[in-house]
């Protein structure tokens, strides 16, 4: 499977995914048409669905100009995002298992972010949006702490730590400096830090991260972390159990 990052708007990605050798490509989480019409054009490719992974707009702001211009496709969704996801047809539910363009995908809800948001799992990849992002996680804009502690360390970390992870926006150098303030003294977020900030500089992109490097250097992966637990206790109450300590967490990053 070849995945191709489309960068769209200021820091989002939109992903193309297709079967090596196959001329038929899915698109993940099109902000806008022009940038996936341009990256497919330019690999001689055809459209043929939609995988959104929640409803923001810049996730889901390109769909109705791609069913224009691609006809009547497949536009998948959780089932909880009917009405919230333009020209949505397929509505999912945890656990689900579709074939699209010869691939096999497998979906978890995962809400936090948004009630309704989906990851897609397909041959050792992993499509999160706005739910785990390189060493952070989205705003809990409708779910709750607890929504997004299971979402992330449960249903998430099941899967085998080499798998890639192909998020939805490049913040990953200001994720890494927070990581660094929250824990300290953890040398795979400084290692991590470094390896990115030569990216950066060379004008090359963060994603994929593998779901190894997010257990060892995500704050939101480690509410165990006894260092995360002592930074956050002016905002914990005694022994609080680890959705309470992501809460805190994200509630400082919110500030930070």
């Not at 940038?35 to 001689?44: E, F, H, M, Q, W």
């Not at 539910?93 to 948004?114: D, K, M, Q, Y």
């Not at 913040?171 to 795979?188: G, M, Q």
């Amino acid at each position: 499977m070849d995945v191709t990052p489309i960068p769209c708007l200021k820091d989002n990605f939109a992903y193309l995914i297709r079967k090596a050798g196959s001329d038929a490509a899915l698109v993940v989480d099109p902000s806008e048409a022009e940038p996936v019409v341009r990256a497919l054009t330019g690999a001689r490719l055809r459209l043929t669905g939609i995988l959104n992974t929640h409803h923001h707009f810049d996730h889901v702001g390109g769909n109705e100009e791609l069913v224009r211009r691609y006809g009547k496709l497949p536009v998948y969704g959780h089932v909880s995002d009917r009405g919230r996801i333009p020209e949505q047809t397929e509505f999912l539910e945890h656990g689900a298992e579709f074939s699209a363009s010869g691939i096999a995908f497998r979906v978890l809800h995962i809400p936090g972010h948004t009630l309704g948001a989906i990851a897609y799992i397909a041959e050792g990849c992993v499509f999160t949006g706005d739910t785990l992002f390189a060493a952070g996680c989205g705003r809990l804009f409708e779910g709750t702490p607890a929504m997004m502690y299971e979402s992330l360390n449960v249903k998430l970390a099941a899967l085998p730590e080499d798998t890639r992870v192909f998020f939805g926006h490049e913040y990953t150098e200001s994720n890494l400096k927070f990581a660094a303030h929250v824990e300290p003294s953890n040398a795979a977020v400084s290692e991590r830090a470094g390896r990115v900030a030569e990216l950066r500089k060379s004008g090359q992109w963060t994603t994929p991260s593998t779901l190894g490097e997010e257990k060892a250097t995500n704050p939101f992966m480690r509410c165990e972390s006894e260092e995360i637990r002592r930074n956050m206790a002016s905002r914990l109450s005694g022994e609080s159990d680890p959705a309470t300590v992501l809460g805190a967490v994200r509630a400082a990053k919110d500030s930070f």
